[in-house]
């Protein structure tokens, strides 16, 4: 079935370093889409959007980049820091109704001092 | 603006006992969803409001689950009979009927023993 992936559950990067996330979508009917993040215990945290007339999208230290030929997805930041440890989702919005977004099992970051 | 709160955020019930969450959102977002997640997974969707109405339920809420939003404001999420497979983390979202980045709650943790 179609689904929302992640190419790899667990990134481990040096403090500083730039840190790039994956994630592969399926259904080429999704116009929209959500980068999360999720510390323990708490809810995912909306980091950045893009729609998908778009292919890249900057904000403070992220950047995502949005290829519809290949249907991938990632999420780029720059000089990782200790506090950006967590796990990361990558979200999309599909049809017909576009109420709701479908989320992939996520990527671990560990940022390393 | 104060961010979607959830109450309670811990619940420890046995199995067959029934449970009421509540999720204020964000004030003037019309549009409210549940989600639950369970452990090393993303959000999955359960159901969707625009102001009092829900528009939309997955197929993972099964007749022992029941959500409402009476006023439009805030809304709540009740399961029956509780199982132990009902152990997770339901989170709640919102979003303006303006822009679509939905704004996720703390969540509340359920245990079912």
């Known amino acids: 079935g179609e689904s929302v992936g992640l190419h790899l559950p667990t990134l481990s990067v040096q403090e500083g370093d730039n840190s790039i996330i994956n994630c592969a979508y399926s259904?080429?009917?999704?116009?929209?889409f959500i980068w999360y993040k999720q510390e323990s215990g708490k809810g995912p945290q909306f980091i950045i959007d893009i729609r998908s007339n778009m292919d890249k999208r900057q904000g403070q230290r992220v950047t995502v980049l949005l290829n519809k030929t290949v249907k991938h997805l990632s999420l780029q930041i720059a000089a990782t820091q200790p506090g950006d440890s967590a796990v990361y989702f990558c979200?999309?919005?599909?049809?017909?109704?576009?109420?709701?977004?479908?989320f992939g099992s996520g990527t671990k970051l560990n940022v390393k001092p | 603006d104060t961010g979607v709160s959830q109450n309670p955020r811990h619940k420890i019930t046995k199995r067959g006992q029934n449970v009421t969450f509540r999720c204020d959102p964000i004030?003037?977002?019309?549009?409210l969803y549940w989600y639950r997640q369970t452990l090393g997974q993303g959000p999955e969707f359960l159901t969707y409001f625009q102001n009092e109405a829900q528009l939309e339920k997955s197929r993972l809420l099964s007749d022992r689950f029941s959500a409402e939003r009476p006023k439009g404001s805030f809304s709540t999420l009740e399961i029956q009979r509780t199982e132990q497979g009902d152990s997770a983390m339901y989170l709640c979202?919102?979003?303006?009927?303006?822009?679509?980045?939905?704004?996720f709650g703390p969540g509340t943790r359920l245990t079912v023993l």
């Open positions: 979200a999309e919005r599909r049809g017909p109704n576009f109420n709701k977004f479908y």
């Open positions: 004030s003037e977002h019309n549009r």
């Open positions: 259904n080429s009917a999704s116009d929209y």
């Open positions: 979202a919102s979003s303006s009927g303006r822009a679509d980045t939905q704004y």
